[in-house]
């Protein structure tokens, strides 16, 4: 998508994902080895009765999505980042996951008229429909081959 097609209001949805075990177990061993991320055996005892996603492989999830479903071909550069990211419920092997990405705001940056700011809430559910993820963030689109729009004037 573009940036000019996003408007407020908006839901883009995207997926399922599926997560598999293995790609649970290689993120948690690679980034977040903690031992609910990484031991099946001893995260069956734990709080959540099994092994649970990181939180940040699940925003990577989203990422996933969100690029497939709006970001891919658009104007899209970078973010600064995030306002909250929140984890309600867990994630588990098996689950498949669906991304559900509201726009709040697109609109160009006053300091910068070929600066894009787009800032959307991205929820991922599972497949009972709990919410896993629910994040604010901005994405920043570079704007320099469109055209500016024309000053309004008021009589």
């Known amino acids: ?3 000019a097609d996003f408007h407020a209001g908006q839901v883009i949805e995207a997926g399922p994902y599926e997560v598999s075990e293995e790609e649970l177990l290689r993120f948690a061993n690679a980034f977040d080895p903690q031992w609910f991320h990484t031991d099946k055996a001893r995260a069956a005892h734990g709080r959540f009765q099994g092994l649970i996603a990181s939180g940040w492989h699940t925003c990577g999830i989203a990422m ?6 709006a970001l891919e071909g658009s104007e899209s550069f ?7 990211v929140k984890w309600p419920h867990p994630v588990r092997p098996g689950d498949r996951l669906t991304l559900r990405a509201t726009v709040i705001e ?5 300091s910068q008229a070929t ?3 787009l800032r959307w809430r991205w929820q991922l559910f599972n497949q009972h429909g709990a919410e896993v993820l629910d994040l604010e963030v901005t994405s920043l689109f570079d704007l320099t081959d469109l055209p500016r729009a024309a000053p309004t004037t008021t009589s």
């Not at 697109?106 to 006053?110: E, M, T, V």
Request: net charge positive; aromatic share 8%; no cysteine.
């Open 1 to 3: 998508m573009k940036f």
């Open 64 to 69: 996933r999505l969100a690029t497939q479903a």
């Open 78 to 84: 970078a973010s600064p980042g995030a306002s909250y």
């Open 106 to 110: 697109p609109r160009r940056a006053k």
């Open 115 to 117: 600066l894009g700011l």
